[in-house]
């Protein structure tokens, strides 16, 4: 069961990312009651350029337990962006259950100033490293792009060709996830925002803005899966449903650019008496997209749906109740820790001034990878 | 093998021929080259060339280094898509036409719309 976790984020954090690291690590064990000596085992994930600056850092699987001076019996690197925070858990839960380990160490981040600094996103740390990123790069790295905001344009477009899906629709999306960002002391952006000011924002790759987009930001966040409660307060959560999905495709060789994975890594799910979702935010495309494949609606109407439901964390359908990383950030360029630490404070009725009364049963959808690759969804509850 | 279809592709492209792949085996065609089909894991492949016609699957704009810049997706006649940039603006399901622009020392296909502006 998860019985600690801890996330910090920073538009700019001035210290090294092993410095923040330890903070978001120790918090993390404090709350779990757990000492370095305890955890046996260790999940991390990393991004080029995140930890401080490097394109890598040599061997992490030493570096960070070096530094942290823990020493697992087991280690895994889960490397799918977004949804690797939850993998991680559930992974951790199967290893702590089968007697494998006791207490594992689950860690999403790093620093993404450095890479916004010198305008490099995930997707295009090829410029800056000089290294290669796909098999195909000589056929496709060739043309100027501004990924990943233009592939998620591509997606837009092709959905409001597809299905009438407007701007004002999308925009619908930052604007309730604002309100409910604005008692979140997580929050970068609390500032009431209306549709009139997400589509008036900057066009950056038509047709998204400026307002649809995360923001890169520092941090980390830590989880701690152990078979011991000990001092800690959490309820006892665990794991209802899990599902995973990777299309490995590129995606001018899917069958279409408008679904997800989260369509198969939801088969099966019931929602029905989900009292929140948190659904991975690095656009509000996304978010009506997985509106979408999960099931809220069927496929195309998810503008209608946004339209319609009241999705603040005081409405009838709670969607990322915190505000999502559109307003929290991102933190090295993944939120698959943004949205399950929102999930777990919403479960341990943590979530100050945002919390969604009688929160026992929240879904948690993680998308990720170069271009939509990856999802997993997750259902957690008592 | 890998290597040969990258520079069969490229002495393609430098002669203004815009190459894909077709299976014999189950009859799909790509773009992106590999040594097997990603389909059936067939190795009997065919490199083919394009008429160059197809239509735009999906485009956006974005201010690049010289203005305003088009990316997008095209679907050629041949049933395989591509990532390209595109020279005007269009809307999805135009047509559009392959030409080529010279990159780095060696030509790449970008695609040139038969309507719009
Ligand atoms: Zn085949």
Known sequence: ?382 | MFDEIKKEYINLMNNEKLPYIKCKSCGNVFFYPRDYCPKCNSKNLEVKVSKGDGKVFSITKFQGKKGDTYYGIVEMDEGFRIYSNIKNSLEIGDKVTVEFIEENGRKIPIFKGLSGT
């Open chain 1, 1 to 382: 069961m998860i019985t600690g976790f801890a996330g910090l984020t920073y538009k700019k954090f001035e210290g090294s990312t092993f410095q923040l690291l330890s903070d978001v690590v120790y918090n993390a064990m404090e709350m779990a009651s757990v000492n370095s000596n305890d955890i046996d085992g260790l999940f991390f994930t990393m991004l080029s350029g995140t930890f401080d600056g490097k394109a890598n850092i040599h061997f992490p699987s030493f570096q960070i337990p070096a530094f942290l001076g823990i020493k697992p019996r087991y280690i895994d690197i889960v490397d799918y962006g977004g949804p690797s925070a939850l993998t991680m858990v559930y992974r951790a839960e199967k290893l702590v259950n089968s007697g494998e380990i006791d207490t594992a160490l689950c860690i999403v981040g790093g620093k993404g100033s450095f890479l916004r600094e010198n305008k490099v996103t995930a997707d295009s740390v090829d410029k800056f490293y000089n290294i290669s990123l796909t098999p195909f790069d000589e056929f496709f790295r060739v043309y100027e792009d501004m990924n990943p905001v233009t592939d998620y344009a591509l997606v837009a477009k092709r959905h409001q060709k597809l299905f009438g899906t407007t701007d004002e629709q999308r925009a619908m999306i930052a604007v309730n996830q604002r309100k409910n960002a604005i008692n979140n002391e997580k929050s970068l952006y609390k500032s009431p925002l209306s549709v009139k000011d997400v589509i008036s924002s900057r066009l950056v790759s038509d047709p998204l803005r400026l307002l649809e987009i995360v923001y890169p930001v520092d941090g980390f966040h830590a989880f701690i899966v152990s078979k011991h409660q000990r001092n800690s307060n959490l309820r006892p959560l665990k794991i209802h449903f899990y599902g995973e999905a990777h299309w490995a495709e590129m995606p001018p060789e899917l069958p279409d650019i408008v679904y997800t994975p989260t369509i198969e890594s939801s088969k099966g799910v019931s929602l029905e008496k989900i009292d929140a979702f948190e659904l991975y935010d690095s656009f509000t495309i996304t978010v009506l997209l997985e509106i979408e494949d999960i099931g809220l609606t069927e496929k195309g109407k998810g503008g209608k749906f946004v339209e319609e439901k009241d999705t603040t964390f005081k409405g009838e359908i709670p969607i990322n109740t915190g505000g999502g990383s559109l307003n929290v950030g991102q933190p090295a360029f993944m939120s698959g820790g943004v949205i399950l630490e929102e999930a777990l404070s919403q479960l341990n009725g943590m979530a100050k001034g945002h919390q969604v009364e009688g929160a026992n049963r929240v879904l948690v959808n993680g998308i990720g990878g170069w271009n939509r690759g990856h999802a997993v969804t997750m259902v957690l509850g008592e």
